[in-house]
């Protein structure tokens, strides 16, 4: 999708916080790179961000960092590649494999090209896995929306799945050394949340299954409020 995604949830956060939503690269309104990236380069763009926006060392200071699905494995690579930048690392529904079977599998599923092209019937497949079931919990102009800007990632909506199962997260999350929520909610990438706690120093495990999919549109207040005890452990909510 784009930052549009976590819109209901960022009005939530900002009550009482700047919240930036930056577009991965080639999602949204953000240009696409030339050619399929890795991992740490989705996560030194965002770094660029927010040097650009005046953030780090010397500047505006560190900043919290959150990533879901996807999300999750580039912000804590950032944290990771970029640890000036980050205070927090809040990682949520984080795909990480212990099995590498299980990760090649994946990454031959869903790291293909779009044939929005060649069926007629791509449309609509991409509809009914993405969007409709979320139909009960969701209103239509909702739905619409976030599909549009699904579509404008356009055949190469697969990049980041590529970059996602071809990291290598068993040795990658051991050199994550900034303070860490694995926060594990009941759906698909629970279990790879909870596995990943061995492998991060500076971890806390926090299981949500109560919180089911689509978390960042029906559980938006919930999510906001595990964020709000993470980074402001002061906070009484």
Known sequence: YSGYFYDEFAQVMARDRVVLCPDTPGFGGSERPPSRVGVTDYALAFADVLLGLGYGEGAAGAVDVLGFHTGAVLAAELGIERPALVNRVLLIGLPFYVDDARQTALHAELARDKAYMDDID???QEWR?????????????????LFAEQLRAGRQLWWPYDAVFTWPGRTRLPKLGRPTLLLAEGEALYQTTVDAKAFIPNATLWEYPEIQAPAFNAYHEELAAAVRRFTDPACKC
Do not use: D, F, I
């Open 129 to 145: 896995a993405y969007v409709e079931w979320q139909g009960h919990k969701l209103s239509r102009e909702r739905l619409l929306s």
């Open 122 to 124: 791509a449309l609509g």
